[in-house]
């Protein structure tokens, strides 16, 4: 038929949503919802009853993953609502870089060196100052639409 060869770009999320639908009436306390255009886990959710005219709707009371900023909506019980895929992996802290960004240590053996230190004061000491004591230190980060964020940091021991 034809001679030509096609090449396509390959994407490593091979097109995968960062959200995916839910009824708002199904979404609970502790779940996650996009609220605003951010990704929030949810901490309060109240359903007021249908009223003359129509629909039950729910109230949602929502903490943004990364920004720590309560974030409020009211969507109709029975509509859907985006829920942000979120994943955390644990990595090996290897080093810290002096313009902030950390070396960490992947499950394949590989580097990712594109993670800056947090911006949570707390975190940020035990993270500098165990590594500074030579501890073997694992970092989770949360990752939710796109962005990525350290959120804890657990001690597997002293390095050896």
Known sequence: MSDEEHHFESKADAGASKTYPQQAGTTRKNGYIVIKGRPCKVVEVSTSKTGKHGRAKCHFVGIDIFTAKKLEDI????HNCDVPHV?????????????????????????????????????????????AEGKDLVVSVMSAMGEEQICALKDIGPKN
Request: no cysteine; charged share 30%.
């Open 75 to 78: 969507v109709p019980s029975s």
């Open 87 to 131: 994943n955390r992996t644990d990595y090996q802290l290897i080093d810290i870089a002096e313009d902030g960004f950390l070396s960490l240590l992947t499950e394949n053996g590989n580097t990712k060196d594109d993670l800056k230190l947090p911006t949570d004061e707390s975190l940020l000491t035990q993270i500098k100052d165990g590594f």
